[in-house]
């Protein structure tokens, strides 16, 4: 598929940046993203209320992997909604996810305990991470296209890192409810009621959220459309492209890994590093702030350097520092050292973000821009991102140490620089200038 398939059309005239529809859209990715941390942070409790058992290990693998089946569910929901966006409109896809998303987050903040229903809470539980998975697999792709397709050519690293950005806030307010929970509540009450608080927040910010949906304009690009592909033309765009959307799920391995290594599973490895909770959501707090601050710089580099290159030189410094780092720390755990693994690979993980989701959008079939994007980002996450606080876990357990969780962010970022090595160089840079279509 040549570069020129994948153009975007830019918007007549020059326009001022504007935060209002960054605001508009980001606001529904961050809520996702902050559900999907508490389930994180709070994987032992809720293991402990849907699914108990007289091994804490299992049981937590148990909740870990109700986690990691929601991913499971995202490329269909990036084929399904995305499909509806490159149909009826981005506006129209992004409130659709926010509906699946808000369904899915209410089923798991509400359901009763096991010991209360039975078999049903953890079914239950089960079909709201399958539903917020499926909204989720379109959801980040769509917010992505829509910053891609209002963004100056030359700006578009710089927009769509608002993407990224957003998640960072849900990581930083994630981080400050837990710290409160844990100096506001005892282990019992946490244990009984005081994880699902946080839920229950995200449920209640839902109405305003559609309300900020409802008043989003449509793309000029997507408006200016004379003809929008059928369902048929969308999966017939994705399979002939099927080169450039393998590309991208391989783009996408050091990303969805180190995200939710740093972040979601961060909470249970300071657990196994016997560190103690405060430190880990202090630590998650800053992890926020490095990359918030790191990729905005860095999207401001990748706008006016070869993105080949910079991930390239990203990936490597990744894959090379990260087993070395994790058995530094893992030797000797202390809080100094914890802290210095989650903010290095907050760098790498911004540095990498800045330059891997505008190439990504580029770089995928025209016809299908939201499903392209969304089918390969949601495939890389439900296999590598979504199981990766089950995988580090098992192989903490399986190997006797904590070391193991470096081998696998560098398994991550390598299957990343093989990707990045097979862009074409010229087509990347130029795609920085091209209008997308």
């Known amino acids: 598929m040549s570069n020129a398939a994948a153009i975007i059309e830019q918007p007549t005239g020059q326009k001022k940046f504007s935060m209002k529809p960054i605001i508009q859209v980001g606001a529904g990715n961050a809520l996702e993203i902050y559900d999907f941390m508490i389930y994180g942070y709070y994987a032992r409790y809720i293991a402990q209320t849907y699914f108990p058992s ?102 578009r690293s710089f927009y769509t890192c608002f993407q990224v950005c957003s998640q960072q806030f849900a990581v930083m307010a994630a981080s400050i409810a837990g710290i409160l929970l844990l100096y506001s509540l005892s282990p ?18 839902i109405p305003v959220l559609f309300w900020l949906r409802a008043s989003l304009a449509e793309t000029e690009v997507f408006a200016r459309k004379k003809k929008t592909p059928s369902l048929g033309e969308i999966c017939s765009s994705l399979v002939t492209g099927w080169r450039v959307i393998l590309r991208c799920m391989g783009l996408s391995a050091m990303a969805v890994v180190t995200s939710q290594a740093i972040t979601t599973y961060a909470p249970t490895f300071i657990k196994s590093l016997k560190l103690g909770d405060v430190v880990g959501f202090v630590t998650l707090f800053f992890v926020g702030v490095t990359i918030l601050g790191s990729l905005l710089l860095a999207s401001l580099i990748a706008d006016r350097v070869n993105r080949r290159s910079m991930l390239i030189v990203v990936t490597t410094t990744a894959m090379v520092t990260a087993y070395p780092l994790l058995s530094w720390l893992a030797a000797d755990p202390t809080i100094v050292k914890f802290v210095v693994f989650e903010l290095w690979f907050s760098v790498m993980y911004a540095s990498y973000s800045a330059a891997q989701v505008p190439t990504m959008v580029e770089t995928v079939p025209a016809q299908s821009r939201t499903s392209g994007y969304s089918f390969a980002q949601a495939v890389a996450a439900a296999v590598l991102g979504g199981f990766t606080p089950a995988i580090a876990t098992w192989l903490n357990h399986a190997f006797d140490s904590n070391a193991m969780v470096g081998l696998w962010l560098a398994i991550a970022a390598g299957i990343s620089l093989i990707s990045a090595l097979t862009l074409d160089g010229r087509a990347v840079r130029e795609g920085q200038a091209a209008p997308l279509h």
């Open 54 to 155: 007289d091994n804490e290990h299992v049981s937590l693998m148990l909740s870990l992997m109700t986690f990691a089946f929601g991913f499971l569910a995202r490329p269909v929901g990036a084929i399904v909604i995305g499909s509806y966006t490159d149909r009826h409109g981005r506006r129209a896809g992004l409130i659709l996810a926010l509906a699946m998303m808000s369904l899915g987050i209410i089923a798991v903040a509400c359901t009763p305990s096991y010991a209360s229903i039975g078999i049903a809470a953890p079914l239950i539980v089960l079909l709201g991470r399958l539903l917020q998975g499926f909204s989720a697999g379109a959801e980040l792709g769509g917010v992505v296209v829509y910053l891609a397709e209002i963004a100056q050519p030359n700006r």
């Open 188 to 205: 019992s009450e946490m244990s009984a009621w005081g994880w699902r608080l946080p839920l229950l927040f995200g449920c209640a910010v």
